[in-house]
């Protein structure tokens, strides 16, 4: 569950205005936490994350057919322990992706991904979403952001309903 979190962490951040544009939110940038602080004063990583995800989830959402699930879009229980797990996580570093910035960012989640992937531009199906929990998907996942950010382009995996 960790690996997973820290992808959607990963991506969140990356995808966001500032660093490649995929959704247009600013949530990771250092001003956010000035209009978060007062609302969330021990858990602006919590509503941070949330905002992304939102973000994120749309994007997706318009570029995959209904029924589908990706990265911002799990079932529900994996949704509730991804929830679970950023409340419990104390390391900042999980906490906030945009902690060490772009470049920094980039660089874990090409880490964490299959460098051998070239992903086509668009959906690409990863399989039923029962094989999402294991290391190989979130492998997968890591390479294709991470290539597609790499490129300039944007590939969506997603995986269909068991």
Known sequence: MADLLKVRLL????GEI???GWWKTSFYQP???AFL????PRTGHVAKYHGVAE?????????LSAGSYHL???????????????AEVEDPEIQDASIHGKDAAFERLR????????PPDGPISLGQINVLRTSHSIVQLAGI????FQRGSKAFPYFTRA
Not at 55 to 63: F, P, Q, T, Y
Not at 111 to 118: A, L, Q, R, V
């Open 11 to 14: 991506v969140g951040y990356l």
């Open 18 to 20: 500032d660093q490649f």
């Open 31 to 33: 001003a956010s936490q």
């Open 37 to 40: 602080a007062p609302i969330f």
């Open 55 to 63: 973000a994120a989830r749309l994007v997706h959402d318009e570029s």
């Open 72 to 86: 911002f879009r799990l079932p529900e229980e994996l949704e509730h322990d991804l929830h679970t797990a950023l």
């Open 111 to 118: 880490e964490m991904g299959d460098k051998s992937i070239s």
């Open 145 to 148: 952001y991470a290539a597609s």
